[in-house]
């Protein structure tokens, strides 16, 4: 069975983005695949630095995971920092990376462009080598990941071709899998920028969480362009186009059909925000129970990350064989 493992850090709000471009197919292929989801908890350390924060953020990531339809009993959902073979083969992956190929990554440059003046810690940049280690360490076959994860896995990949060559075939080298529609949700401020966490404007972000109100009003103020024609063009109408990606994978239909539909933007604007106003209420809903019983969100964590552990602590030990490092 196809084995697949994503994950997401547990810093600020899930948005439409991360639900489009990830969530969703996480929740379709734990049907399909043997499925593996991780809160990246210790990832979030690069850029999280008081204290409490993290580990709350962890509660309300696990409900939201478990509300967009995880199934615990299928999908195996655990807490990277349950699992110390994370940081043990994030050490071997850095080793096996180059100060060059991590000083090309485009994350890297974007967020410490972003934080300036701020604290760079050097997890910001070693970064890579962790999440390489957090995909090997499953033999993990697919990783289902938004546009933006691209760069992530191809180094993943290099890594593990690596090792492979220098130690002996040792890990499984995986492949992306990225969705057609939602890959690359946009901003609704800013289109040509990605929908992201870390976005300085709040109006351009969507949350699973905001309520209706705040939705419809986020897609009426959407920036579109000072032409009056529907049309799905990327790179000429950023703005319409992201509307109608949108649309198109809340509905399934195809954005160029979509837009035959409208002639002007108003209609388009509302439509997107009902229709996503509709997707999210049953997930709040969901969210909103659960997070009500942390005993029994922290108890289904455990038992994902005990599951977790298993499989992770003997392809950590392969590859500690591998290498020939003495046992303990
Ligand atoms: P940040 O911008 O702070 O890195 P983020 O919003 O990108 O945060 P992550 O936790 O890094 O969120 O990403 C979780 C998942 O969501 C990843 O698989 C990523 O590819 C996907 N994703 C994030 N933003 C988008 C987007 N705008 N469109 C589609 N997929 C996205
Ligand atoms: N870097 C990813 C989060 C992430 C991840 C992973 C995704 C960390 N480890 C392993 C897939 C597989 C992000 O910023 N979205």
Known sequence: MTRVLSCIQPTGDVHLGNY????????????????????????????TT??????????????????VGLDPDVATVFVQSHVPEHPQLGWIMECTVSFGELSRMTQFKDK????????????????????????????TDEVPVGEDQRQHIEITR??????????????????????RAGARVMDLQDPTSKMSKSSTTESGLVYLLDDPAAVLKKFKRAVTDSENEVRFDRAAKPGVS????????????????????????GPLKTDTGEAVVELLRPIQTRYHELLGDREELTRLLRKGSERA??????????ACDAIGLIRA
């Open 242 to 265: 992201n509307l109608l990606e949108i649309l198109s994978a809340v509905t399934g239909e195809t954005p160029e059909h979509l837009a035959s539909r409208y002639s002007q933007y």
């Open 20 to 47: 489009l471009g990830a969530l969703r197919n996480w929740v379709i292929g734990q049907h399909e695949c043997d499925a593996f989801h991780g809160i990246v908890d210790l990832h979030s350390l690069t850029v």
């Open 112 to 139: 410490s462009a972003k934080r300036e003046a701020e604290f760079i810690s050097a997890g910001l940049f070693t970064y890579p080598a962790l999440q390489a280690a957090d995909i090997v360490l499953y033999d």
């Open 309 to 318: 552990r298993t499989v992770a602590a003997a392809t950590y030990q392969r």
């Open 50 to 67: 008081e204290p409490g924060v993290v580990g709350e953020n962890t509660l309300k990531l696990a409900a939201m995971l478990f509300a």
């Open 158 to 179: 290099d890594i593990a071709e690596r090792f492979n060559a220098r130690f002996g075939e040792t890990f499984v080298v995986p492949r992306p899998v990225i969705p």
